[in-house]
């Protein structure tokens, strides 16, 4: 490859993309700045995103980007217009453990549900796999020999 | 009813009255995985029928337990879990129950509580699992015990749907004990739902006689 995607990052004044990448020729460190252009508080960001990765200037650049860190990256650039601190679309980035999730608004369930199956996706066996087992049994330790969980030691008498 | 969905009721559920056939519900938090645990069991041979207007996944798999053709419907919420309980339908005829929790997040495991307790409202003697899902986010849950499950009396199991860790057991566990279920069942539910449709038939009949009565007598009147 020949641009090296190191780290990246956003702007906001204006609002830009900044990609940290090894120029692949020369071993150098570079930086570039791809302003986010036709952008408010009301766009949608994965059409964002995928305008920016395929854009003609910027695609060859963020090869080694994934969309969904650009649309992660357009989430915060747009939550900032929005009027939204730093912070706050940080921790929404973050998500809380303790969250129900069934409290949620379509939009926001299906935002954590993407996260989650990143996780999901890096885990996943796939018939085509070499190890594939359809039929998958693991013996774990009997309930006596298990510890106690902390999730039961809580003051609400589960 | 104050709900996002129409009325299950309108839905033929008389045909899990056949021997051969058994209705399997899922029951659990949103994105605790109930959904990706199905297509990991069924994989490619699945045929998820949407009911959208009902808020429901159902599908329909073929199997043999003792030598006898089975037809398994499994029922699988879509987005009905979210007004924190289902409809009474969802749960009529079950034979059997798959409860799941993601092990990643507490609240899922203590709303397990609301889902059983409602469960048995309407399905008070349906074997039951409890499934600890996603064990291949961290695979020391797996020594840790899920108190609910032993404190009800409950099988657990601990599963991935990524990794396809006791998936297949899992159902054809559930299966089975669907099966069973049907064919010991004298489920007090049951008993008390046959007399409630008993004295329904019974009703209906004495009204249909004197309207019976009725029109003979008009033909006795005339000429």
Known sequence: MEYVAKR?????????????????KTKKMRQRIMPVRNFSKFSDCSLA????????????????VSLQQLERLHGVLRDRLRGHTLEQSLAELRPDPDQDLNKLSDEELARRKAHMDVL??????????????????????????????????????? | MARGTSDLSELDQEKYDADERVKIICLGDSAVGKSK???????????PEQ????????????????????????????GQERFQSMH????????????VFDVQRKITYKNLANWYKELRE????????VVANKIDADLKVTQRNFNFAKKQGLPLYYVSAADGTNVVKLFKDAIKLAMS??????????????????????????????EDNVSKEEKDQLP
């Open chain 1, 120 to 158: 999901f996706e890096r885990n996943r066996k796939r018939k085509d796999d070499p190890d594939f087992v359809y039929d998958l049994e693991v013996e774990f330790p009997e309930a006596d020999d298990r510890g106690t969980c902390s999730w039961d030691e809580s003051e609400d008498g589960f």
């Open chain 2, 122 to 129: 309407y399905r008070p003697e349906i074997p039951c699992i």
């Open chain 2, 88 to 99: 009474p339908s969802y749960y009529y005829k079950a034979h059997a129950c798959i409860m």
């Open chain 2, 37 to 47: 645990l199905m297509e990991r069991f069924l994989m490619d041979g699945y045929r």
């Open chain 2, 51 to 78: 009911l959208s207007t009902y808020a429901l996944t159902l599908y329909k798999y073929t199997t043999t337990v003792d030598g006898k053709a089975v037809l398994v419907d499994f029922w699988d919420t879509a």
């Open chain 1, 8 to 24: 990246c990052g956003v702007k906001f004044d204006p609002p830009s993309i900044v990609l940290v990448y090894e120029d692949g």
């Open chain 1, 49 to 64: 995103a995928e305008r920016l990765k395929s854009n003609a200037r910027h695609s060859a650049y963020l090869q080694g």
């Open chain 2, 181 to 210: 279920y049907k064919q010991n069942s004298n489920d007090f539910m049951d008993e008390v739902m046959r007399e409630l449709e008993n004295f329904e038939l019974e009703q209906k009949e004495e009204t249909s006689d004197k």
